[in-house]
């Protein structure tokens, strides 16, 4: 039971051990790279693929991806329908794809007819966009750009689309160790450096088959929706921490720790 919690809040990205290396190398072929620019790019290299909300590592990762991804599509897809193939699966296998061919036609600008881009030059801008914009949003030395202060999930309730009543229905939001491409996904639906992830589990659920007894679940929020509900966000800190409630699998199990009986007399 315990391997089977660890495998579902695992936050490492395999994809990172050969996007690192293969970004990092091209952009090092610009030689000019100095202060935050510098620093920046010795974090990003050292990334190890665990996106832990103290990683800068991570930070840096996933907001280079968002600006590699536009600059390879925006020009051929165009700003709307490219949020339209964001909210596809295929967008990172699509991406590590073409990431992996030099040769690919889409890292060539097609609003700059005059000039053929390479993929170094497509990265290497990225990455200069990346630092640029992550000094600005964050501040600071890279070190301090953490993945808890870029990656937040905000729970949407239904009325909480609203914009005035947002503040009242949804809850968070909340920083959250996760990432593209990992098992514990939590991923926004856009192209777009300004990450905020908006899928995840909808439900963690271990079921020991042989002792249905010792069975484990946690909800991203809690069993209802109801504002006014004890039961509203009771598992919000749970599920951010990668934690499990034991289910009352089984009538003796609900019988002896009910603490609420809801009877429902027809007319």
């Known amino acids: 039971m315990d391997d089977m919690k660890k495998i579902q809040t695992d936050v490492h990205s395999f994809s990172a051990r050969s996007i690192v ?48 991804m536009l600059n390879l599509w925006v020009d051929e897809f165009g700003e709307s329908n490219l949020q339209i193939f964001g909210q596809t699966a295929e967008r990172w296998n699509a991406y590590k794809s073409i990431l992996a061919n030099p040769k690919s036609d889409f890292w060539d600008d097609i609003t700059t ?12 801008r ?40 947002d503040s009242i229905f949804n809850q968070g939001p909340f920083s959250v160790a996760s990432g593209e491409s990992v098992i514990n996904l939590m991923n926004q639906k856009e192209i ?45 800190e749970l599920f951010l921490n990668g934690e499990h409630r034991k289910i009352r699998f089984t009538q003796s199990q609900i019988e002896k720790d009910s603490k609420y009986i809801l009877n429902m007399i027809p007319k």
Do not use: C
């Open 192 to 236: 777009n450096p300004k990450i905020r992830p908006r899928v995840g589990p909808s439900k963690r659920r271990i079921i020991d088959l042989i002792n249905p007894e010792n069975s484990w679940s946690v909800l991203p929020t809690g069993n209802s929706g109801n504002l006014g509900s004890p039961f509203y966000g009771d598992q919000i």
């Open 21 to 68: 290396p293969l970004i990092s190398l091209e952009i090092e072929e610009d030689k000019n790279w100095s202060g935050v620019f510098k620093e920046a790019l010795d974090i990003y290299r050292k990334f190890d693929g665990e996106n832990t909300l103290d990683s800068s590592g991570a930070t840096i990762f996933h907001t280079l991806n968002q600006f590699v």
């Open 113 to 124: 007819p005059d000039l053929k881009e390479t993929r170094r030059e497509i990265l290497i």
């Open 126 to 165: 990225s990455f200069a966009q990346t630092v640029r914009y992550l000094a600005k949003e964050h501040g600071g030395s890279p070190s301090t750009w953490k993945w808890k202060d870029a990656h937040k999930i905000t729970f949407e309730h239904p009325m909480g689309k609203i914009p005035v009543l």
